[in-house]
Structures are given as structure tokens and as C-alpha cells.
């Protein structure tokens, strides 16, 4: 598959994209309560087919939805981000009655999804989950709490992942589907820097049974992993989306304003300033498609290039909407300005999902493993001071 450019029928989607979430989607945003759960918004997203074309989606689409919802309508893309990222471990993992009784609802936008890994102490290191699951009766009771979970405490269900082995790591971790109105479990939201909600949940003895587990028990990390590799490119995808309108509103804006004689483009510390901007743009958007690609084609170096993808875009996105607001002046900080929205939008991605020093974490740990010998050669190298290019001896 090309990652360096889209097809005609791509590049004609995403313009559709675009333009339906600026016409039809963000209207709606507009009507939210901050820190609610938007439900007529994403009832459109159901109403029209883009939480079906959601689940149905391969990486490389799904970064193009989500990055052509951002530029429009940060909102849409979010509500159905959270959508795809609390219900792909049932996509993936779920039991058939699991997915006959939820992804109908789902897909309709009438049923509201969350993921609900980190916790108040476990947040980038994953595999310290704290929250318990204790055997009762032949299933569990869930003990403990989890924070920062988006969507909660108003979704309908969420994916938790709590501890069914002690001192197992990552390796006793179990997956678990629980219905928001089972007992014991309550929430609160919490006043975030987010347009959407955040909450905390607490867990006191909530009982889940066999039937409630999603995949298999003591599995449930590699059910988040493989939902976190999906996800993380597109989540550079929804920045580049928001680099991108930040970019284009750049390029009108210094076209249109005149100071010093002339428009603030024709002075070369603008100009450079925004052909710095696009090149960015440009280069976070081709690695996110090139491990978006590498996904579909189930690529060994997934996390990696996952990881890179995220980074990048994440760190990209900050950089070209701080650079947009400079260049607006004061008028970008006026309330309800597009870059004033952004500027708030653009903080979040590059911590949840795992932070930007996750990432390269992550980054250095593969380059390391696909690389063993590395460091030997190099000081080998380095002591003789020979070369190694010529053909080993049979």
C-alpha cells in the first residue's frame, strides 16, 4: 500500500470528511456542556455510518477519519475516538454475547464507551495496575480505583483492566467488559483542561463474573497493548488534523494582514516561519500513514513505528499551533477563536495513550532489542579503527 500519498478516492473522502464535520457535526459540538458527554453528537456520528466505518476501518483509514473529523471538528473526532478505544478490546477480545449485546448500540451512537486502564498510581507504567480482582464465588469482586478515565463516570460501560495475579507484572492482569449500572461501582468527573469528560471510578467489591472477562484471564495486557498500537497512530492522525487547519488559518492570516507596507507574508521571518511549520506538518502526517500502513500489514515493528508515530505528531501539533498563535497575535487568544480552541485541544495528546518519554521509551527499547550486537560492533570498530565492509570468509 503507498504511504506517501492517497489515492483519488481517498483524498476525495477525506475532503467529505472534512466537510461534514464543519457542516454537521460541529454545530452540535457547539451546543456541549463542557465536561458532559456530548450523546446528540455522537448519536450523528452513528446516524451517519462513521462509528460503523469505525470498526470496520483498517489503521491507515482510521487515521485518515480521524485526522479529517480534527481539522473540522476537534469534538466529532474525539467522541469517536473514545468510541473506537473503549470498545475495541470487545472488537478484539469480547465473547460473542459481548459483542451482540454492545456493538449494535455502539455503532448506533446510542451506548457510550470507556477505557479505564490508568489509575491513580498507574498511569505510564501500565503493568502497575493496582486495582484488584478477587476471586468470589467462581468470578471476582473488583476492588480499588481508576482516574483520568475519558467518558467516565457517564458511559454506559467500560473495559477495565485490574489485577487477577499478585506480583505477576503485566502478566496477571485480566480484561474486563462492566456495565456502568453494576453495583458497587460509582464515579466522579473531574474538572480537567478537556472539552470532554474525565473522571475517576471507584470499585468497591464489584462483582464480575467468567462471562464478564474479555479474552482470556492474566491476558488482558496484551488486549490493551494491541488496542494502544491501533489507536496511538491515530492519535497522531487527530494532531496532524489539528497542525493542519492551525496551518492553513496561518497561511490565510498572514496573506490577509498587512503591518510594516506590506502583508506578513512577504516578510521572510513569517515566511520562514510558516514553510517551517508545513514542512513538520508534512513529515509527522507521512510517518503516521507509514505505521498505519505497517499495521495493516501486521508488520513486526508495530510498536515502534506506533510509538514514533505518536511522538512525533503529538510534538508536531504543539509546536505548529504555538507558532500559529504567535503569528495571530493577541486575536488568537480572544475566546471562541479557532487557534484559542486549539491551543487548549492540542496539550492532552501528547500525554494520554502514553506520554511523549513513553514513547521514546518505547522507541529505544525496540531499536535495542531489533539490535543486539550494536553497541559490540561499534566498540570493536572504534578500537581498531578498520572498517567492516568487506565480505565475510566462507
Given at each position: 500500500m503507498p504511504v506517501f500519498s492517497?489515492?483519488?478516492?481517498?483524498t476525495a473522502w477525506c475532503a467529505q470528511l472534512r466537510t461534514l464535520s464543519a457542516e454537521?457535526?460541529?454545530?452540535?459540538?457547539?451546543?456541549?456542556?463542557?465536561?458532559?458527554?456530548?450523546?446528540?453528537?455522537?448519536?450523528?456520528?452513528?446516524?451517519?455510518?462513521?462509528?460503523?466505518?469505525?470498526?470496520?476501518?483498517?489503521?491507515?483509514?482510521?487515521?485518515l477519519l480521524r485526522e479529517s473529523l480534527a481539522y473540522g471538528c476537534t469534538e466529532a473526532e474525539t467522541a469517536l475516538a473514545l468510541q473506537g478505544l473503549g470498545t475495541y478490546p470487545v472488537v478484539q477480545a469480547g465473547s460473542a454475547a459481548q459483542q451482540e449485546r454492545w456493538l449494535p448500540e455502539v455503532i448506533a451512537g446510542r451506548a457510550v464507551a470507556a477505557f479505564a486502564l490508568s489509575e491513580p498510581d498507574a498511569g505510564s507504567d501500565?503493568?502497575?495496575?493496582?486495582?484488584?480482582?478477587?476471586?468470589?464465588?467462581g468470578g471476582w469482586r473488583l476492588s480499588g480505583e481508576k482516574r483520568w478515565i475519558s467518558n467516565a463516570p457517564e458511559a454506559d460501560f467500560y473495559t477495565v483492566f485490574a489485577r487477577t495475579t499478585e506480583s505477576a507484572g503485566a502478566r496477571g492482569v485480566t480484561a474486563f467488559l462492566v456495565p456502568a449500572d453494576r453495583p458497587g461501582l460509582s464515579g466522579t468527573g473531574l474538572e480537567m483542561l478537556s472539552p470532554h469528560p474525565i473522571g475517576a471510578l471507584?470499585?468497591?467489591?464489584?462483582?464480575?463474573?467468567?462471562?464478564?472477562?474479555?479474552?482470556?484471564?492474566?491476558?488482558g495486557f496484551r488486549v490493551a497493548m494491541n488496542t494502544l498500537n491501533l489507536f496511538r497512530p491515530s492519535v497522531g492522525a487527530f494532531a496532524v488534523g489539528m497542525a493542519q487547519a492551525a496551518l492553513d488559518a496561518t497561511i490565510g492570516h498572514t496573506a490577509r494582514r498587512t503591518a510594516f507596507g506590506g502583508p506578513?507574508?512577504?516578510?521572510?521571518?513569517?515566511?520562514?516561519q510558516v514553510a517551517e511549520m508545513a514542512t513538520r506538518t508534512e513529515a509527522a502526517r507521512l510517518l503516521v500513514y507509514a505505521a498505519a500502513a505497517a499495521y495493516d500489514e501486521g508488520a513486526a515493528d508495530v510498536p515502534k513505528r506506533s510509538a514514533m508515530a505518536k511522538l512525533l505528531a503529538t510534538e508536531t501539533a504543539q509546536y505548529v499551533v504555538d507558532a500559529a498563535v504567535q503569528l495571530h497575535g493577541a486575536r488568537a487568544l480572544q475566546r471562541g477563536h479557532l487557534l484559542e480552541h486549539l491551543y487548549r485541544e492540542v496539550r492532552a495528546p501528547r500525554i494520554y495513550e502514553g506520554a511523549t518519554e513513553v514513547q521514546r521509551t518505547i522507541i529505544a527499547k525496540e531499536l535495542y532489542a531489533?539490535?543486539?550486537?550494536?553497541?559490540?560492533?561499534?566498540?570493536?570498530?572504534?578500537?581498531?579503527?578498520e572498517s567492516r565492509t568487506e565480505e565475510p570468509h566462507a
Amino acid at each position: 500500500m503507498p504511504v506517501f500519498s492517497l489515492d483519488p478516492a481517498q483524498t476525495a473522502w477525506c475532503a467529505q470528511l472534512r466537510t461534514l464535520s464543519a457542516e454537521r457535526l460541529r454545530p452540535l459540538a457547539e451546543k456541549s456542556e463542557p465536561g458532559r458527554v456530548n450523546r446528540p453528537l455522537v448519536a450523528a456520528l452513528g446516524e451517519l455510518g462513521l462509528l460503523q466505518r469505525l470498526f470496520g476501518a483498517g489503521a491507515l483509514e482510521l487515521c485518515l477519519l480521524r485526522e479529517s473529523l480534527a481539522y473540522g471538528c476537534t469534538e466529532a473526532e474525539t467522541a469517536l475516538a473514545l468510541q473506537g478505544l473503549g470498545t475495541y478490546p470487545v472488537v478484539q477480545a469480547g465473547s460473542a454475547a459481548q459483542q451482540e449485546r454492545w456493538l449494535p448500540e455502539v455503532i448506533a451512537g446510542r451506548a457510550v464507551a470507556a477505557f479505564a486502564l490508568s489509575e491513580p498510581d498507574a498511569g505510564s507504567d501500565a503493568a502497575a495496575l493496582a486495582l484488584r480482582a478477587v476471586p468470589d464465588q467462581g468470578g471476582w469482586r473488583l476492588s480499588g480505583e481508576k482516574r483520568w478515565i475519558s467518558n467516565a463516570p457517564e458511559a454506559d460501560f467500560y473495559t477495565v483492566f485490574a489485577r487477577t495475579t499478585e506480583s505477576a507484572g503485566a502478566r496477571g492482569v485480566t480484561a474486563f467488559l462492566v456495565p456502568a449500572d453494576r453495583p458497587g461501582l460509582s464515579g466522579t468527573g473531574l474538572e480537567m483542561l478537556s472539552p470532554h469528560p474525565i473522571g475517576a471510578l471507584t470499585f468497591d467489591d464489584v462483582p464480575v463474573t467468567p462471562d464478564d472477562v474479555l479474552g482470556e484471564r492474566d491476558r488482558g495486557f496484551r488486549v490493551a497493548m494491541n488496542t494502544l498500537n491501533l489507536f496511538r497512530p491515530s492519535v497522531g492522525a487527530f494532531a496532524v488534523g489539528m497542525a493542519q487547519a492551525a496551518l492553513d488559518a496561518t497561511i490565510g492570516h498572514t496573506a490577509r494582514r498587512t503591518a510594516f507596507g506590506g502583508p506578513l507574508k512577504d516578510l521572510q521571518s513569517v515566511a520562514h516561519q510558516v514553510a517551517e511549520m508545513a514542512t513538520r506538518t508534512e513529515a509527522a502526517r507521512l510517518l503516521v500513514y507509514a505505521a498505519a500502513a505497517a499495521y495493516d500489514e501486521g508488520a513486526a515493528d508495530v510498536p515502534k513505528r506506533s510509538a514514533m508515530a505518536k511522538l512525533l505528531a503529538t510534538e508536531t501539533a504543539q509546536y505548529v499551533v504555538d507558532a500559529a498563535v504567535q503569528l495571530h497575535g493577541a486575536r488568537a487568544l480572544q475566546r471562541g477563536h479557532l487557534l484559542e480552541h486549539l491551543y487548549r485541544e492540542v496539550r492532552a495528546p501528547r500525554i494520554y495513550e502514553g506520554a511523549t518519554e513513553v514513547q521514546r521509551t518505547i522507541i529505544a527499547k525496540e531499536l535495542y532489542a531489533q539490535a543486539p550486537h550494536t553497541g559490540e560492533l561499534y566498540t570493536e570498530e572504534s578500537r581498531t579503527g578498520e572498517s567492516r565492509t568487506e565480505e565475510p570468509h566462507a
